[in-house]
């Protein structure tokens, strides 16, 4: 923060309560003395808040944790004094997933890992996913292919077990049914890796933590007092209605490509200071809710399609992808020579794909919302 400081063009208030606004003055209260600052914003207030993330180090757990259990977030795992008798994880998010990797790759047995697994995820597959050159059609191939399973799946159980055929998407256990999806990515040596864990427990959610038992939704499970619990439960990113991201004076950055919070606050600040009229930068700008439900793939699948289809009629914009950092997949599309044959028979394949993909989803969507 010095470097942004000494420019003179920011002014940085840690340690500070944000009040609200009052006619256009905002209000700000130390945390340390209880003193309030007024500031008067010139254009626009960017409220970064409300999607309300969570990570375990700054929210404890929603469960009781009772007088001898020792539970912490999995960023103190570094720093124990002494082996405990046993490893509890819980949550089965992407920080649970990597809490227990965390573990097994430091040498510690599957055998002392339990893992509380309120409820399975579906998980993406790292190798599908890889926004370098020379995975050019690993990466295409797995874009037409949940394209083409979009466009002719015709249940939602069927998507999902041919995405899963395909090897799109990957999950913990081949005879459980997952039931969340929260974008999660893994590779096949770390599935194969938490796949050593044999103490998966599927009780629900936990409720408290005692020296001798851990209490669940579904039951109890036996404990001792020399297991050390690491803490995965907090939410991430809470599903929160979408609200404009553009309001007048206010911006509320919220994710207009699902899953991708980075890229999505980087378009959000290129549209607004490129485009004058609120009515199109909202329309340029649709936020996406986080993604909780198996189902909530269709619609994020939907919407990104929806979403590139309208950012790529705006000439600007398009430039803006082809160039950006964030959007790796745009470059290396464009960089396809007209003269590479396969190449270009891929992109087609995808895009064919792509424009086929919607009207099945709607229909998927809708089917699975009376269902």
């Keep these: 923060?010095?470097?942004?400081?000494?420019?003179?063009?920011?002014?940085y208030h840690p340690l500070t309560d944000y009040q609200g606004d009052y006619d256009q003055t905002h209000r700000l209260m130390s945390l340390l003395h209880g003193g309030t600052l007024e500031?008067?914003?010139?254009?626009k207030v960017v409220d970064a808040s409300y999607l309300r993330t969570e990570v375990p180090s700054t929210h404890p757990p929603k469960y009781e944790v009772a007088g001898g259990v020792h539970c912490i977030p999995p960023n103190r795992l570094t720093r124990q004094a002494r082996p405990p008798s046993g490893y509890v994880v819980i949550g089965a998010g992407k920080t649970g997933i990597d809490a227990c990797l965390w573990l097994l790759e430091n040498g510690v047995s599957p055998d002392l890992i339990s893992w509380i697994v309120p409820r399975d995820?579906?998980?993406?597959?790292?190798?599908?996913?890889?926004?370098a050159?020379?995975?050019?059609?690993?990466?295409?191939?797995?874009?037409?292919?949940q394209a083409e399973i979009a466009a002719t799946a015709a249940t939602v159980e069927e998507l999902f077990a041919r995405l899963e055929a395909a090897g799109q998407l990957l999950r913990l256990d081949p005879g459980v049914i997952?039931?969340?999806?929260?974008?999660?990515?893994?590779?096949?040596?770390?599935?194969?890796?938490?796949?050593?864990?044999?103490?998966?427990?599927?009780?629900?959610?936990?409720?408290?933590?005692?020296?001798s038992r851990i209490v669940l939704d579904?039951?109890?499970?036996?404990?001792?007092?020399?297991?050390?619990?690491i803490d995965c439960s907090a939410r991430g990113v809470p599903v929160r209605a979408a609200v404009p991201v553009f309001d007048g004076r206010k911006i509320t950055p919220q994710m207009v490509r699902p899953l991708q919070p980075v890229f999505s606050s980087a378009i959000i600040a290129h549209i607004e200071a490129t485009v004058g009229d609120q009515a199109e930068k909202n329309e340029l700008c649709t936020p996406f809710?986080?993604?909780?439900?198996?189902?909530?793939?269709?619609g994020a699948m939907l919407f990104n399609l929806t979403a590139q289809a309208r950012w790529r009629q705006n000439p600007d914009l398009r430039e803006w992808l082809v160039h950006s950092r964030l959007d790796s997949f745009s470059a290396m599309a464009r960089k396809v020579s007209p003269t590479d044959e396969a190449r270009t028979a891929l992109l087609h394949r995808y895009g064919q794909a792509a424009s086929a993909a919607p009207a099945n989803l709607h229909r998927l969507i809708a089917a699975a919302a009376m269902g």
């Design 1 to 11: 923060m010095r470097e942004f400081t000494a420019t003179g063009r920011v002014r």
């Design 39 to 43: 500031l008067r914003v010139r254009k």
């Design 121 to 131: 995820p579906w998980l993406q597959n790292r190798a599908k996913l890889q926004p």
């Design 133 to 145: 050159e020379e995975f050019f059609e690993q990466t295409f191939t797995a874009f037409a292919v």
């Design 178 to 211: 997952p039931t969340m999806y929260h974008g999660a990515t893994v590779s096949e040596a770390e599935l194969e890796a938490l796949r050593q864990i044999r103490d998966v427990v599927r009780m629900g959610r936990v409720q408290r933590l005692e020296p």
């Design 218 to 229: 579904h039951g109890t499970v036996e404990s001792d007092p020399g297991r050390l619990y």
């Design 289 to 298: 809710p986080m993604t909780d439900r198996p189902r909530d793939w269709l």
